[in-house]
């Protein structure tokens, strides 16, 4: 069937062809690297934020709460809690940024003081996967809220201290301006080397990934508007450095076929049609110098008849 096209034809379909080929290995090569780039800067971000809150409780334990030991007896201070001073850290960043919004962080925990960190249903099914596995240090994935998709990274909250066991065992050990203002519910019964919950940090992938699909869509325009301007170009080059002047050349030897001996082949190319215009020109020439010669043969025997 390719026999029958013409050349501009046969070039503009392997051309074609070699777009399509082409933008396929390379939407399948770009999925896959902005996929992996998606998921590197998420999770970076997550990080960062999960060393901070860690950073801003380390300061709270080693910082603050030593100033203010003595005033716990009198009335109790949750500013001297690590866990409350990284939820609160953390709802400030939250309120004072709009693009924080859909950040969240928590220390979610089965029985926590505190009733806002009590883990749900999600949180709680985290927990139970590291209490299940003590090896399992992190877990990192993706989510489906209603709001987007969120990305989390989760690490479990270990009892490694005993000194923990001082306000997390019983209401009879904990400081009773504690049991005063948290209650004998909640938050207690901890025990050593337990996981009593899991640190959470989730971020909005949403944007990220949907700026990583524009991303993709804009390199595969950009790449697809250079392979038609190629092929636009090639095709023009074919026709005026191939074609035309070939189309020329036929006529001019179809007018010298039927006896038009004044058509003339031009030779102004360099290339190889310009040789084919040169060859056809000499043919031409000894044509007419064999025509000639014929009949200076044929016209003394004319005047014999
Ligand atoms: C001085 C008493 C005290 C000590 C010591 C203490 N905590 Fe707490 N902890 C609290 C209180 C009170 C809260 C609730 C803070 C709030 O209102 O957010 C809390 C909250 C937490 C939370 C968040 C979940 C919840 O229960 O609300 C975790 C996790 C936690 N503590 C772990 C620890 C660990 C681990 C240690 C030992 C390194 C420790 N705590 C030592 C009093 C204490």
Request: charged share 25%; aromatic share 8%; glycine share 6%.
């Amino acid at each position: 069937m390719l026999k029958k096209w013409k050349l501009r034809q046969k070039f503009t379909a392997i051309l074609l062809g070699i777009l399509i080929f082409g933008l396929g290995l390379i939407a399948i090569a770009m999925g896959f690297i902005l996929r992996s780039d998606t998921q590197n800067q998420i999770t970076s971000q997550a990080l960062i934020l999960m060393e901070t809150m860690n950073s801003v409780r380390e300061y709270t334990s080693s910082q603050v709460k030593p100033e203010l030991i003595d005033k716990i007896e009198v009335e109790f201070l949750p500013e001297t809690i690590p866990a409350y001073s990284a939820r609160e850290v953390f709802e400030g960043l939250r309120q004072n940024n709009l693009e924080y919004r859909n950040f969240f962080y928590k220390e979610a925990t089965l029985n926590p003081s505190n009733l806002r960190d009590r883990a749900d249903q999600f949180e709680t099914k985290i927990v139970e996967r590291f209490i299940s596995n003590p090896n399992l240090k992190e877990i990192a994935d993706f989510r489906s809220v209603s709001g987007g998709q969120l990305f989390f990274i989760a690490r479990p909250i270990q009892i490694k201290k005993e000194s923990c066991l001082q306000c997390h065992s019983t209401p009879e050990k904990a400081p009773p301006s504690l049991v005063e203002r948290y209650g004998t519910k909640n938050g207690y019964g901890w025990k050593l080397n337990e996981i009593v919950g899991a640190q959470i940090i989730s971020v909005p992938a949403q944007k990220v990934v949907s700026q990583a699909r524009q991303s993709f869509v804009g390199i595969m325009i950009i790449i697809s508007g250079v392979f038609i301007s190629v092929i636009l170009l090639v095709n023009y080059l074919l026709n005026q450095n191939v074609i035309r002047p070939l189309k020329r050349i036929v006529r001019v030897a179809e007018e010298v076929s039927v006896g038009n001996l004044n058509a003339d082949f031009d030779e102004l190319r360099q290339d190889e049609i310009g040789s084919l215009a040169e060859a056809f020109g000499r043919m031409k020439l000894s044509l007419s110098m064999a025509m000639n010669r014929l009949s200076k043969v044929n016209r003394p025997n004319d005047s014999n008849h």
